[in-house]
């Protein structure tokens, strides 16, 4: 389990996390979701004790990271810049890595057949490709046989079989009951693996969520209507009781939207009154929109917010 | 925290499996003793060219270790890829990720670089000398003389410690290009330069290297204002606030 409670970073007049408090819990794979820029690798870093938070603080098995004993058997950490010496083979970077933390060196074998590199383990990561470098970087994450294991970005540079196994992996890693904690700023990839969820916009917790639960929250689903006479299309709507609204999405200028699937009934609507429709659908907003919208939010919030601060 | 002699055998093994880091360490040998062998042929040589001063001051032992002055930056190139590589390949998020706790990961890595930087530098000093001597053939001193055994060990004892004094700054400094560019041109050039104009003289004296190399020396040509021990004493000085330093920075600042 993780726990952050009030964690806030700035570097220097920039603030990358504000406030943020959450906690990550076993046997699920918590998306950390999040546009560039939102924070999500810094907060990995304070987990770590990498970064040290301005304010607040981040507790693993509910101590700080700095006082577990042997960490990388506690938290095995995939980071998205690279943490691993070029000149230095791939069997000694875990190897070193390995004899700090008192893992037996048969391991260093084992994770690297578990990652696909069992045949590149007396190469130098300097000719390795941006995936092999990947695989290496989860190896060292996966060598203390942690609880506990954060990635971020994981998918970042594979290829899509790379892409295929990260997500399996994951799956399976958190099947076995372990904390999976795991940044994208991809939707369409938490949705795939992710049980809960955390988004993160400009530093701030936007949701904090089960997956099923943001999906039913956003994923809603709604009625687009559109007719060349709008007055008459509003007075029909309003006389059978139904609430309308205008559309806001892009392209859709001049529709206006019903919450539920309500076809039916417009469409019998609009027959009884002779109204001209140009558009009458049933529609389900894409996670990716949801996200949007979350996010957008808190741009403008920021912007709003600066401008008075100003 | 983990153990410590887990943490010293994995950075025995970060040390001995970077292949760059070792050259430097054999060339911090070999400059030292092929320079130092080399001078000695060139006095043994010209020996009666010497003003009568410079022969009642005919110091064998410190000649033979000639070479250090450039082979000392070999030393220092050491203490600087040992650290600055941590920084500039991101290796420090893994290391830091598997020893948290900061103090105990300089202490180790300080702790194993700094020995295994000693046991070059004393292999250094001791072929040094006898290469030297060898060279320097009637004019040539032996270990049994007074003061000559303290000063090979001396010359070992301080090519350990420059690399040290390398690392504690370049725990400050980071950057492999920023240390490079600050330590090399003043060990190689500035130290020496306010060591003997007149001017900073004083002052100079006192630099790490200046006081350290006081060590090398059997004969006192009456230039320093201290012995021998004093000098190692002064350069420990450095050195330990150097390391003070990279310490208090580690602590401190985000990896
Ligand atoms: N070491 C740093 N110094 C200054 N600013 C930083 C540093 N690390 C991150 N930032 C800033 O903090 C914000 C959050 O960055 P990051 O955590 O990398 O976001 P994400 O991983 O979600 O893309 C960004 O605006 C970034 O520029
Ligand atoms: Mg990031």
Not at chain 1, 191 to 220: K, P, W, Y
Not at chain 2, 202 to 231: E, F
Request: aromatic share 6%; hydrophobic share 45%.
């Amino acid at each position: 389990m993780i726990e952050l409670s009030g964690v806030t970073k700035r570097y220097g007049l920039k603030t990358a996390v504000r406030e943020l408090t959450c906690v990550i819990r076993p046997g699920l794979v918590t998306g950390f979701l999040g546009p560039n820029g939102a924070g999500k690798s810094t907060t990995m870093r304070m987990i770590l004790g990498l970064d040290r938070p301005t304010a607040g603080r981040a507790l693993v098995e509910g101590r700080p990271y700095a006082l577990l004993r042997d960490p990388l058997t506690v938290v095995g950490a995939l980071l998205e810049a690279r943490s691993v010496h070029p000149g230095r083979t791939a069997y000694h970077h875990l190897l070193c890595l390995a004899q700090s933390n008192g893992i037996p060196r048969r391991r260093v074998g084992e994770v690297l057949d578990l990652v696909g590199l069992g045949a590149v383990g007396a190469r130098r990561p300097k000719g390795f490709s941006l995936g092999m470098g990947q695989r290496l970087g989860i190896a060292s994450a996966l060598l203390g046989d942690p609880r506990i294991l954060i990635f971020d970005e994981p998918v970042n540079g594979l290829d899509p079989e790379g892409i295929h196994w990260v997500r399996n992996l994951i799956r399976r890693l958190a099947s076995e009951g372990r904390t999976v904690f795991v940044s994208s700023h991809l939707m369409s990839e938490m949705a795939l693996t992710a049980d809960h969820l955390i988004v993160i916009g400009q530093g701030q917790l936007l949701a904090d969520t089960s997956m099923a639960g943001f999906i039913e929250e956003n994923a809603r689903s709604y009625t687009r209507v559109r007719s060349p006479d709008r007055e008459k299309l509003l007075d029909a709507l309003s006389h059978a009781g139904l609430d309308a609204a205008p559309s806001g999405a892009p392209g859709a200028e001049g529709a206006w939207e019903l919450e539920g699937d309500r076809t039916a009934v417009v469409g019998e609507l609009a027959a009884e009154r002779r109204l001209v429709l140009h558009e009458l659908g049933h529609h389900r907003a894409s996670l990716e929109e949801a996200f949007m919208r979350l996010t957008s939010q808190s741009v403008e919030y920021q912007a709003h917010v600066g401008a008075e601060e100003g | 925290m983990s153990p410590m002699p887990r943490v010293l055998l994995s950075e025995w093994t970060k040390i001995r499996t970077v292949r760059a880091t070792l050259w430097t360490l054999v060339s911090a040998l070999l400059v030292t003793v092929v320079l130092g062998v080399l001078i000695s042929v060139l006095l043994n040589n010209t020996f009666d060219d010497l003003s009568r001063e410079d022969r009642a001051t005919f110091d064998p032992t410190f000649i033979s270790f000639s070479g250090t002055q450039l082979g000392q930056l070999a030393m220092i190139a050491f203490g600087i890829l040992v650290v600055a590589n941590e920084y500039s390949t991101g290796m420090i998020r893994s290391s830091l990720s598997a020893v948290p706790v900061r103090g105990q990961l300089l202490a180790a890595k300080l702790a194993v670089a700094t020995a295994l930087a000693l046991a070059v530098g004393m292999v250094t000093s001791f072929a040094s000398f006898l290469l030297g001597q060898l060279a320097l053939g009637d004019h040539r001193t032996d270990l049994s003389e007074p003061g000559v055994l303290r000063a090979v060990f001396g010359t070992g004892l301080y090519m350990g410690l420059i690399a040290l004094f390398a690392m504690g700054l370049t725990w400050v400094l980071r950057s492999p290009l920023l240390s490079f560019g600050v330590q090399i041109p003043f060990f190689f050039m500035i130290s020496n330069i306010l060591a003997n104009v007149p001017a900073t003289e004083k002052i100079g004296q006192y630099l790490p290297d200046q006081a350290g190399s006081r060590a090398m020396a059997v004969v006192d040509t009456g230039d320093w204002p201290y012995g021998p021990w004093t000098g190692l004493l002064i350069m420990l000085a450095w050195v330990a606030a150097a390391v003070l330093a990279g310490w208090l920075v580690l602590r401190h600042r985000d990896a």
